[in-house]
C-alpha cells in the first residue's frame, strides 16, 4: 500500500492517499466512467422499471419537465427527450471533457490529494506532537470511510455554491444548467474549464480526511471498501446515476432531510425561482440543511429544466456553450 517514498516532503507518516490515488486514477482515468458503465445503466433501468410497476406508468416527466403517464418505452427512454437538440450537445459536451480530463484532471488529482494530506499530517503533528499510532480495526475502516464521505460531500457543496453565487464561476457552471433535458450524460455536461475545478475540490477533500487518518493509525489504514469503492460511497450514492434521469426516484422526506434523493437533483436544475440555487450536495441533506438551501420536491412536482426563457437561446448549441464562459467575461471585463 505505502509505495510513496522519497520524493515527498516533511512529514516522516505516509497516509492513505496513495490508496486513494489508485482508486481515483482507475476511476478517472477509465474512458467510461463509472456512471455509464453497463452495469450502473442496468441498476437504472431496473430502478426505473419498479418505478413504472409500483406507479402504474407513473412518475416519468417529459422534456418539458411535467410529470405524465406513460407506456414501458417511452417511460424509460422518451423520444422527446433523447430527440432533443439538449441531448445532442450533451454528447459533445462529454466528448470535449472527457479529452481534457484525461489530460490536467488526472494531473491535479495527483498533485493537489498527497500535497492536502502532507498538509494535514504535517499540520495535526504541529499541533499534537508524534503520531498515536492507533491500531486499525474494521470499524475504524468504516469511520474512515465515513469521514472521506461527509468531507467529499462538504466540499462539493462548497465547490458548487461557488459554481452558483460568484457571476464569473457561473458563467462556467451555466453549461451544465444549459440542459433541457435530463440524460444520463447530462452529469458529464460541463465546460471543460470546469472540471479541473471539481477534480481539485474533490482531491483536497479526501486528502483532508486521509491526513486526519494518517496521522492517527500512523498511516497504517486504508478506507472499508466493497467491490473496490468506498463502503459509504456505495452504499449511499449507487441511487446517483438517477440524478441526471427523467425518472423521479423520491425518498420518504424524513430520509430526504439526510440524503439527497435523485428527485432533488431535478428541483437543482428547475428554472423556477424557488427552485434557484437549492440542494447543492450530492450525497446527504446535511449541508444544505445547515445553509438554508435544502428543498424536498412534491411527489410529480413541476421542474421545467435549462437556464430560463430569457437566455436559454444563448446556450443552445454545442458552440454556444463552449464559447459561453469566454462570452460572458469579456461582457463582464467590458462592464
Ligand atoms: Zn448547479
Ligand atoms: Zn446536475
Given at each position: 500500500m505505502q509505495e510513496r517514498t522519497s520524493d515527498n516532503p516533511s512529514p516522516d507518516i505516509t497516509g492513505p492517499f496513495t490508496d486513494i490515488v489508485r482508486r481515483g486514477l482507475q476511476v478517472i482515468g477509465e474512458n467510461i466512467p463509472q456512471d455509464l458503465q453497463l452495469n450502473v445503466l442496468v441498476l437504472t433501468f431496473v430502478i426505473a422499471a419498479l418505478i413504472w410497476l409500483f406507479r402504474n406508468g407513473h412518475g416519468s416527466k417529459g422534456a418539458d419537465g411535467r410529470a405524465r403517464k406513460a407506456g414501458f418505452l417511452k417511460f424509460l427512454i422518451p423520444r422527446d427527450i433523447y430527440t432533443h437538440v439538449s441531448a445532442r450537445v450533451d454528447i459533445g459536451l462529454y466528448v470535449i471533457t472527457r479529452l481534457f480530463h484525461a489530460v490536467w484532471g488526472v494531473a491535479i488529482f495527483a498533485i493537489v490529494g498527497p500535497w492536502s494530506e502532507n498538509l494535514m499530517i504535517t499540520s495535526l503533528q504541529t499541533i499534537f506532537?508524534?503520531?498515536?499510532?492507533m491500531q486499525v480495526n474494521y470499524g475504524w475502516m468504516m469511520l474512515y470511510s465515513l469521514v472521506s464521505l461527509l468531507f467529499y460531500d462538504f466540499i462539493f457543496f462548497l465547490t458548487h455554491y461557488a459554481f452558483h453565487k460568484v457571476p464569473a464561476l457561473w458563467a462556467i457552471h451555466k453549461v451544465h444548467h444549459s440542459a433541457e433535458v435530463l440524460t444520463p450524460l447530462t452529469r458529464y455536461?460541463?465546460?471543460?474549464?470546469?472540471g479541473p475545478v471539481w477534480i481539485a475540490g474533490q482531491s483536497l477533500s479526501l486528502g483532508l480526511a486521509a491526513g486526519i487518518f494518517a496521522f492517527l493509525f500512523a498511516g497504517n489504514i486504508t478506507e472499508a471498501t466493497l467491490l473496490n469503492i468506498s463502503f459509504f460511497l456505495l452504499l449511499f450514492g449507487?441511487?446517483?446515476?438517477?440524478?441526471?434521469?427523467?425518472v423521479q426516484l423520491h425518498y420518504p422526506v424524513w430520509l430526504s432531510r439526510w440524503l439527497q434523493s435523485p428527485a432533488m437533483h431535478h428541483v437543482h436544475h428547475s428554472y423556477l425561482a424557488p427552485h434557484?440555487?437549492?440542494?447543492?450536495?450530492?450525497?446527504?441533506?446535511l449541508w444544505d440543511r445547515l445553509f438554508g438551501t435544502l428543498y424536498i420536491p412534491e411527489k410529480d412536482e413541476y421542474t421545467p429544466w435549462?437556464?430560463?426563457?430569457?437566455?436559454q437561446a444563448d446556450y443552445r448549441s454545442l458552440w454556444q456553450n463552449i464559447s459561453g464562459p469566454f462570452r460572458d467575461w469579456r461582457a463582464m471585463l467590458k462592464r
Open positions: 506532537g508524534d503520531s498515536p499510532a455536461r460541463e465546460h471543460f474549464i470546469a449507487f441511487t446517483g446515476s438517477l440524478r441526471h434521469y427523467h434557484w440555487d437549492k440542494n447543492f450536495a450530492v450525497i446527504t441533506s435549462g437556464i430560463g426563457p430569457e437566455t
